[in-house]
């Protein structure tokens, strides 16, 4: 008998399906990536202090890189600070929009039953109103004589003069939170939703209750949710410059991406921004590759 064999159609129905994918991340990752190690490795007009690419690698220098490099720690290290703020804030805010996000997401996904299409058009509505909107409404609430300090004051019986915008690193955690929170309710909807109710009701025949059904079955399952989810959050955290410009602007307050986009406003520095841009790009595939990993571990238990 002649052996069955894949067609050749079928054979290359999946290059010709990934084509578009492989094209775009050429187009817009690879390429942006190359001109950014272009920009990081290569010089600077000594002159007009204008970055000059250098596109073979062979010529590439490391003194930028390692000018950023050697001054994050130690007695000289000024860009640390800036650094170690960036961690603390979107580590605190990720937890704070994972503690708002799960219920939320768990409640529209699992109980809201017939109320799941106006909760949805209410947590899709933010993308609607730009970031940028949104966070001067909240210069406008948190100024000196804005609505958050008149309510402290109650209308002026108590003192509520409190400088909310002068460099304080909850409101600009608060902002964070705010402005990032429905990047994670959209994902953790999406995962919970598709979650199998068989094997909660199975557990719940099985004697267990609400809160045991939860964290031995719910929970373990959309473990590789809120991993992506808090990625999906976290990642632009990483460069975000905009929320402390507007509710601080405050070197105080200063992350990474401030860095970054002060770097590039200063002749002869881009090649610094790059090297920053470098070392976020660097952070951040390390909770991808978890991520990768969980998934594939996931898959590998419920095959």
């Given at each position: 008998m ?13 290059p ?11 187009l817009?990752?690879?390429?942006p990536?190359y ?8 010089g ?5 202090r204008t970055?000059i690419?250098?596109?073979n690698?062979v010529?590439?220098?490391?003194d ?14 000024f ?9 603390v804030?979107v580590?605190v805010a ?17 109980l809201?039953?017939r109320?799941k ?9 933010p ?12 210069v406008n609430l ?6 958050v300090?008149r309510?402290i004051?109650l209308?002026?019986?108590?003192p ?18 705010y402005g ?13 939703d598709r ?10 025949d099985?004697g267990?209750?609400?809160v045991?059904a ?12 809120v991993?992506?989810?808090?990625l999906?959050?976290?990642?632009p955290?990483l ?5 402390s410009?507007?509710l ?5 307050t200063s ?6 986009n ?7 520095q ?7 841009v ?5 952070v951040?595939?390390l ?8 998934v ?8």
């Amino acid at each position: 008998m002649r052996k069955a064999g894949r067609k050749p159609g079928n054979r290359l129905l999946g290059p010709i399906l990934a084509f578009p994918g492989v094209l775009w991340l050429l187009l817009f990752f690879v390429a942006p990536l190359y001109v950014v190690l272009a920009v990081v490795f290569g010089g600077v007009d000594p002159v007009f202090r204008t970055v000059i690419p250098v596109w073979n690698p062979v010529l590439w220098s490391s003194d930028q890189p390692s000018y950023v490099l050697s001054h994050i720690v130690g007695p000289d290290g000024f860009f640390g600070p800036a650094l170690l703020r960036t961690a603390v804030y979107v580590s605190v805010a990720s937890v704070l929009c994972l503690v708002i996000a799960f219920p939320i997401a768990y409640y529209v996904a699992r109980l809201s039953g017939r109320w799941k299409g106006l909760l949805l058009t209410l947590l899709i509505a933010p993308f609607w109103i730009s970031y940028m909107m949104r966070m001067l409404a909240w210069v406008n609430l948190l100024a000196n004589d804005g609505l958050v300090n008149r309510i402290i004051s109650l209308g002026g019986v108590f003192p509520g003069d409190t400088e909310w915008l002068s460099g304080k690193s909850v409101v600009v955690i608060l902002g964070l939170v705010y402005g990032y929170v429905p990047y994670m309710i959209i994902p953790l909807y999406a995962g919970l939703d598709r979650l199998p109710s068989e094997l909660v009701e199975g557990a719940r025949d099985l004697g267990a209750g609400r809160v045991s059904a939860f964290w031995r079955v719910t929970w373990p399952m959309s473990r590789p949710v809120v991993v992506a989810s808090v990625l999906l959050t976290c990642l632009p955290m990483l460069g975000d410059y905009f929320t402390s410009d507007l509710l601080s602007g405050s070197p105080a307050t200063s992350m990474v991406g401030n860095l970054i986009n002060e770097t590039v406003l200063t002749p002869g520095q881009t090649g610094q921004a790059g090297a920053f841009v470098l070392l976020v790009l660097i952070v951040s595939i390390l909770p991808m590759l978890y991520y990768v990993r969980s998934v594939s571990r996931s898959e590998g238990s419920m095959a």
